[in-house]
């Protein structure tokens, strides 16, 4: 296993289009979380999961974001309707329960235009 | 609350020492964190430290730990051109998600 994958690096789409991302966690991980990052910003908590249950959204996960992990391994983002404000750079993370820190991938970086 | 405060750069000359500064809000916190981000880079967890402990050393990393004050502190001892990057503080309210703060660019002079 060689860490948290997330799939596309990049991803340029029109204003108002879908957009899905995945995320391949560490395979023993049950903890799966996504962060939204701007520029000069810190990561941002969007959402997570333990195994394939979603523990906790934050207010920043409009409704025009949804985020699977149907079989509690890999997870995707989705999200509706594009505006130009969605762009960011996408991370997840993964952890095991009760661990000490996450694992980032490398991110996919959004830009909506 | 859940609020993570960092100075936003800070400049030193290769060889010496680089202190990073951060404060934090929520006392139920039982780890901290550093990340460090390179340009174009993902998060690396650098280290951490249990919130029952005052400091944490490893090689060239120190983490002071000040819990009256919410007070966390990392220390690059012989800080290098390769310590260049953002350095990213955060805490674990109730030991689920992390919170990270805005990140201290760290400019190396040569």
């Known amino acids: 296993d060689t860490g948290v994958s997330q799939d596309p690096r990049h991803k340029i789409t029109k204003r108002g289009q879908n957009v899905t991302f995945r995320c391949d966690p560490i395979?023993?991980?049950?903890?799966l979380y996504w962060y939204r990052q701007t520029l000069g910003q810190g990561p941002e908590f969007l959402t997570y999961?333990?195994?394939?249950?979603?523990?906790?959204k934050s207010r920043l996960l409009s409704d025009r974001f949804s985020a699977e992990r149907p079989k509690g391994s890999f997870s995707t983002l989705e999200i509706q309707r594009t505006e130009q404000g969605d762009s960011a750079m996408y991370l997840c993370?993964?952890?095991?329960?009760?661990?000490?820190?996450?694992?980032f991938g490398s991110g996919t970086r959004l830009t909506v235009v | 609350g859940e609020d993570v405060e960092q100075s936003l750069f800070l400049s030193v000359r290769e060889g010496d020492s680089s202190v990073i500064n951060c404060t934090y809000t929520?006392?139920?916190?039982?780890?901290l964190y550093w990340y460090k981000q390179e340009p174009g880079a993902g998060l690396q967890l650098l280290t951490y430290?249990?919130?029952?402990?005052d400091m944490k050393q490893d090689q060239r990393l120190t983490v002071l730990l000040n819990k009256k004050d919410k007070h966390l502190s990392l220390r690059i001892a012989d800080t290098q051109t390769g310590d260049s990057a953002i350095y990213f503080c955060?805490?674990?309210?109730?030991?689920?998600?992390?919170?990270f703060g805005k990140g201290t660019r760290l400019h190396i002079l040569p």
């Open positions: 993370a993964s952890s095991p329960t009760g661990g000490n820190g996450y694992t």
């Open positions: 395979s023993e991980h049950n903890r």
């Open positions: 999961f333990q195994n394939e249950a979603q523990l906790e």
């Open positions: 929520d006392s139920s916190s039982t780890y």
């Open positions: 430290i249990f919130s029952n402990m």
């Open positions: 955060a805490e674990s309210p109730g030991g689920d998600k992390i919170i």
